[in-house]
């Protein structure tokens, strides 16, 4: 295979996150320390952190959460101690979720490992940094960096400092079916790109 080809990816979603930021289902959040800047509409949570929303599970050793400032929205500018997260107020509007530290994101049989997460609700893209790894039951994809697109079913994983691998087994009734458990292996090159359909 080339250096440049990208790495043969699951067409498995592996990480289900398109409900970020739009579910209606509440955000549940725990951790050893909060802290919350009113000005900055910056909350950050310190400490065993563990973030749910339906089935979506993260944890991190913190989690740091921006809320669009009063400006960006319209309407008059809410003081300071009215900000978005004011109990009672329940308009603040998502703007990033920073997740550091020991980052682990489940959904179900799929989940994700690394040291850095990302959630940008402008963009809609979850950036996994810092030794990311993704699962989806036994398949495995592992890069310097993986980008999923929320709204457009797609996934790059990138290789920087070391090669995209992919680990993927075929699906578990063609194995019974053939009464053997075959294994696949893919290594792209350097530097190279690893982009799958969700």
Do not use: C
Not at 33 to 39: A, F, S, T, V
């Amino acid at each position: 295979m080339p250096a440049d080809a990208p790495a043969d990816a699951p067409k498995s979603k592996f990480l289900d996150a398109t409900e970020i930021g739009k579910s209606k289902e509440p955000i549940i959040v725990t951790s050893d320390r909060l802290e919350y800047d009113y000005r900055g509409n910056v909350v950050v949570y310190k400490g065993t952190v563990q973030a749910t929303q339906g089935k979506l599970k993260i944890t991190s050793e913190t989690l740091t959460v921006t809320f669009a400032e009063e400006k960006d929205k319209t309407g008059p500018a809410a003081p300071p101690s009215q900000g978005g997260l004011a109990l009672g107020a329940g308009s603040a509007q998502l703007r990033e979720i920073v997740a550091a530290g020991k980052v682990r994101i489940e959904d179900g049989t799929r989940w994700a490992t690394g040291g850095r997460a990302v959630f940008d609700q402008t963009n809609r893209t979850l950036v996994l940094s810092e030794t990311p790894v993704l699962h989806d039951g036994t398949n495995e994809v592992a890069g310097d960096r993986v980008i999923v697109y929320l709204d457009e079913d797609r996934s790059v994983v990138e290789g920087g400092r070391k090669r995209v691998k992919a680990v993927l087994y075929p699906d578990r009734e063609d194995k019974k079916a053939a009464g053997a458990e075959p294994q696949k292996k893919s290594d792209a090159g350097h530097g190279a790109t690893a982009e799958a359909k969700q």
